[in-house]
């Protein structure tokens, strides 16, 4: 947990600075920021109205992620839908139960943006906004409403015991509210689905508007610029590679992906692990090809193996003397598979690294080395399939 | 008159022949299967999960790590190695797969390779429940290689691993097998008490250890499915399937309209707009209350000869429930012969929106209309689902969680019991007609 605190801190304000911390404490609204390519997808700032909404601390809920603000009464397929939203990297609203420290739930219309790198067009956060839907209404009753001066008094108005007779119990029970003038929202029936008004929808949209300034605004002073939408044109495998950091970001091993499609086969995925290992920055290793990795020792017998297996598109194992950046080798037990796309065309390679020698002592219990190494095949090759399967209904057949 | 079909059945194993009914087979085969002759000595991976308490997400401050994606690196690293080693009579990842365009997003794959060109079996359509035989192939024919682990419940609070463990045949274990005619990456068979030689028929415990290994898995995209006899199983050895697929399916998306929850907190619900009408089963206390009123329901339809499809998605927290008709229907010359030529069987997968057809025309020319039509035809009637859902919810005994709108919730205590369960099951007829 303390390396990933660390992780998160450093991420934030290298591409913002530090002082974007102040500059969004002002902000009155509830919102979060989140870090898709941080393993577990976490919060990596909650504003004060946050903090106060949901009864946390900042310790408590940074590095967490939003889904344990998700309770048993929680939609299901909201959930889905906005987890749907993050791997295809789009805006959406959506009303959703959440819950408070204290376990009270409570109905919110959440808005969610991606921000996206200026410079080649990853989703670098996502944010979320979270605006409580304070009067229950139901939807039909809501354009009723709407339509008249003075949207507060008369939404109290519509809310006659009457109107809001609930049919979804259809066993013979009577349903009516049993007073009106007692609006606390922890009468509401959670079950019913909860829609937000035209007001609370506005409150969201501002909200976004002016995080969104703010970060543009300090992301200019480090150079590092973020704007809201996709801006960079991305040929080829390029807006797909763009999506698969969200997916790709749950793997903890060691591995890259080089473009099949493109001249020189570059790798356009490094891993945190893979960094790590060979000490290696991101921005040094993207866009090159893989044979930086070795030196003056490393056999040609084995570059020529791995050469020839990518050219019939077969995977294979090799064990391959690499070279770290300060130059220290160490052998690497290299694993490369051929990864195809929803088109059925090989698209990527993967090649996963296992430093050999490296045993983990206390797990007899764990999974074998080899399998780990193909588990992020698997991994790979289910992301790139599903995350392209979309992109194949587009293109003409 | 026995209500049959003709079908040329999917190959899932390496050792599986076409069994040709009557015909018996020498004893003892040399191909390192997994029965009596070739068993003993066997060794497996073991893993053993451990019973989740809670089904929902932890709120507040829980100080653990986010669990290790154990058994999801286990499914994939081991269906890669096979994979790897040529077991696989095809590589599914080359077929061509798309969304097809329009509300629903059903999903099309084009698989010219799944289906051999072998003479067709007949398979008998009017029966849920059949007794196993031994003569057909089952799932102790299949290579012990096709094998990837032995799936177990731990003896204490944690999950544990043996990379190599002998096979208790005294305890009876589960084990994951390949398909090795996938429809996705990772399609997996889950077979519960695999030596025990069950037909296919779901009860209390077989559908807990599905829903566990859902909820073990913990990935959204690796989902479950359960075809009944009458419902296109084709094999009467009891097994759930399961693959990875990162994108989501068309039941998932539709929406619904909850009917009732239950006292155990299991909410369930209608399914709207979608061409099969459905049942979605959500929440609950714990998984074991989820497992119990879903399993409860299948019972019920098995015993009232009504076939049906299931489908376990969201890491085992929302569970699908299709009773259908179409295989009497096609047995009794009742379907538009257009839809019959697509070849297409509305087995669990499909009825949530993933087709994989056989014909280069059929997917090229595929379309929300075209599946909206064939799966419309599998659906039950309205009026045939009301008397459907009756029955189901007679079966369970459930009762209205009763929201009072003072803000008191009165809850109806369950009289839920295995005596009154045996009381009904024995008070309904046999078929019910479509």
């Not at chain 1, 808005?111 to 956060?125: A, H, L, Q, T, Y």
């Not at chain 1, 193996?305 to 130059?327: F, G, H, P, S």
């Not at chain 2, 059945?9 to 040709?20: I, R």
């Not at chain 2, 009154?420 to 024995?426: E, L, P, V």
Request: glycine share 6%; charged share 25%; hydrophobic share 35%.
């Amino acid at each position: 947990m303390e390396s990933q605190l660390g992780l998160i801190e450093n991420s934030f304000d290298l591409r913002y600075s530090k002082w974007v911390h102040d500059a969004l404490d002002e902000l009155p609204d509830s919102f979060t920021i989140t870090d898709p390519c941080i393993h577990g997808h976490p919060i990596i700032f909650a504003s004060n109205g946050f903090l106060k909404m949901f009864g946390y601390s900042k310790n408590e809920v940074i590095g967490r992620n939003g889904r344990i603000f998700q309770g048993p009464e929680t939609d299901r397929r909201s959930v889905m839908e906005i987890r749907e939203a993050i791997r295809e990297e789009r805006a959406m609203e959506i009303s959703l139960l959440n819950y408070r420290k204290d376990g009270t739930p409570f109905w919110m219309l959440f808005r969610m943006c991606p921000v996206f790198s200026k410079e080649d067009g990853r989703v670098i956060n996502f944010v979320g906004v979270q605006v409580p839907i304070l009067r229950k209404m139901r939807s039909s009753e809501m354009t009723l409403c709407e339509n008249r001066v003075g949207i507060r008094e008369s939404m109290f108005k519509c809310c006659r015991r009457e109107v809001c007779s609930d049919s979804v119990f259809d066993l013979g029970h009577s349903s009516s509210l049993e007073s009106v003038s007692s609006y606390d929202d922890r009468e509401l029936e959670i079950n019913e689905p909860c829609q937000a008004s035209e007001l609370e929808k506005t409150k969201a949209t501002a909200a976004i508007s002016n995080i969104l300034s703010v970060l543009t605004h300090y992301s200019e002073l480090t150079g590092r610029m973020v704007c809201r939408k996709r801006c960079c044109f991305l040929t080829g495998n390029g807006q797909l590679t763009a999506s698969l950091n969200i997916s790709l970001g749950r793997i903890k091993q060691s591995f890259v992906l080089t473009d099949a499609l493109l001249a020189d086969m570059p790798i356009v995925y490094a891993s945190e692990a893979f960094l790590k290992l060979t000490g290696y920055a991101r921005h040094e290793v993207l866009g090159q090809n893989c044979r930086f990795l070795s030196g003056m020792n490393t056999d040609p017998t084995s570059q020529f193996q791995i050469k020839k297996c990518i050219q019939t598109e077969q995977a294979c194992t090799v064990r391959i003397l690499n070279y770290r950046k300060d130059r220290t080798s160490f052998w690497n037990l290299l694993h490369i598979s051929p990864v195809r796309n929803a088109s059925g065309k090989v698209a990527y390679f993967v090649g996963i690294q296992v430093e050999d020698g490296c045993k983990n002592e206390e797990d007899k219990r764990a999974l074998r080395p080899e399998t780990r190494q193909l588990s992020v095949v698997g991994a790979v090759k289910v992301a790139v399939r599903g995350l392209s399967i979309r992109a194949a209904a587009t293109s003409t057949s | 008159m026995m209500l049959k079909i003709k079908r040329v059945p999917t190959v899932v194993s390496n050792y599986q022949k076409q069994e040709v009914e009557g015909v018996r087979h020498a004893g003892g085969c040399g191909r390192n299967c997994f029965r009596s002759c070739c068993l003993p000595g066997a060794k497996l991976p073991l893993y053993a999960f451990k019973k989740v308490d809670k089904l929902v997400s932890e709120k507040g401050l829980v100080n653990k790590d986010p669990p290790v994606d154990f058994l999801d690196a286990l499914l994939l690293g081991e269906w890669e190695e096979r994979m790897q080693r040529g077991l696989f009579r095809y590589d599914v990842t080359a077929c061509e797969t798309k969304v097809i365009p329009g509300k629903c997003g059903f999903i099309a794959q084009l698989n010219e390779g799944r289906h051999l060109k072998k003479r067709p079996t007949e398979f008998r359509v009017d029966k849920v429940l059949q007794p196993f035989d031994e003569n057909k192939f089952n799932f102790t024919k299949v290579g012990q290689e096709e094998v990837l682990f032995q799936f177990e419940a731990s003896e204490d609070d944690k999950v544990q691993f043996f990379p190599i463990a002998p096979i208790d045949t005294e305890n009876s274990p589960s084990v994951v097998a390949i398909n090795v005619s996938p429809i996705e990456y990772g399609h997996v068979l889950l077979i519960p008490r695999i030596l025990e030689c069950l037909p296919q028929r779901i009860d209390r415990e077989s559908f807990l250890l599905a829903l566990y290994m859902a909820a073990e898995a913990g990935n959204p995209y690796f989902r479950l499915g359960y075809n009944s006899l009458g419902a296109f199983a084709t094999i009467n050895h009891l097994h759930f399937q399961a693959y990875y697929l990162a994108t989501p399916f068309p039941i998932e998306r539709a929406p619904s309209k909850k009917i009732i929850t239950t006292s155990h907190g299991i909410k369930i619900s209608d399914i709207l707009n979608y061409p099969v009408r459905g049942l979605v089963f959500e929440g609950g206390n714990t998984l074991e209350d989820l497992s119990n009123v879903v399993s409860d329901s299948c019972v019920c339809l098995q015993e009232n000869n009504i076939p049906y499809n299931i489908l376990i998605t969201d890491s085992g927290k929302r569970v699908f429930l299709f009773p259908q008709c179409y295989a009497e229907k096609q047995a009794l010359g009742e379907v538009n012969p257009e839809l019959l030529d697509t070849q297409v069987n509305p087995a669990v997968w499909e009825i949530s929106g993933h087709m994989v057809l056989k014909r280069k025309e059929d997917y090229e020319e595929a379309s929300e209309e075209n599946a909206w039509r064939l799966l419309a035809e599998v659906s039950l009637s309205e009026e045939r689902v009301e008397e459907v859902k009756e029955l189901i919810f007679e079966a369970i005994c459930c009762n209205i969680k009763e929201e009072d709108k003072a803000g008191t919730k009165a809850v109806v205590t369950s009289t839920e019991s295995n005596e009154d369960m045996d009381a009904i099951k024995g008070s309904h007829p046999a078929m019910v007609p479509v």
